[in-house]
């Protein structure tokens, strides 16, 4: 697909975030392949740039089963966060703002350094400061959140909000945790961090892959989000979130009208 339908494609999906209005698949009425959907991606985080909100790190998804098999989608996927994303710990958001939001747990890193490339495993503990437990808020800019790849790559991988809780001391052994997702007291998903590829370190890993593949470097103070453990949940107005990850201090947010 040429330059000029790539960014007409996105600009649309920038139009449709901000505008909180959902919008066909972009699959349904374009061919267009993956290489096609990051360069959507990358063009779509352009007009937010410009209105001032800087790219702060990168997200991975579908790096859990729960998640796959939840919207169909079986590859590793990643996609970038933005400063107008970032909702403070224990702060509330606007459902307003959203189509159809859900939130998932998870767990982010901190980024020491500057990453010059792919980075193995077990080279990753001089480049990561500090971990937290985090709630992403996704929302899928595609009607009834459904989408192709191709299609979730392009909309930046549904991304919509993060929220950090207290960062702490690194530690390699996070690949046991449970995880759990609570909406008013109660249980709304539940797993385990080791659903992160197994060890969330490795999402991490593959962030640095993928980021030297495309070409977006990850920089010192940037945030990865590792991806989520559970499926994840829709948001409903007037409740408060809670994600619990075992050994980190609770992550909170309210959801208003
Ligand atoms: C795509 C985003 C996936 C994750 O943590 O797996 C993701 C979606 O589910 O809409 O953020
Ligand atoms: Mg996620």
Known sequence: MDKMDLNKLALKLDSAATHALPIRQLSTDNAYNLEDAYEIQRLAIEPRKARGFALIGLKMGFTSVAKME??????MIWGRLTADMDIPNHGSTSLAKYIHPRAEPEICFRVAKDIPGEIALEDLDEYVDAIAPAIEII????????????????????????????????????GNLSMQLIFDDKEVAAGSSNDILGDPWKSLQAATRLAAAYNEPIKAGHVIMAGAATAAVFLKPGIEVVAKVEGMEDVAFSVTD
């Open 70 to 75: 939840q919207m169909g989608v079986h590859d």
């Open 139 to 174: 929302d899928s800019r595609f009607e009834h959140f459904k989408f192709t790849l191709e299609d979730v790559v392009a909309d930046n991988c549904s991304s919509t909000g993060l929220i950090i809780g207290e960062w702490q001391e690194p530690s390699r052994n996070i």
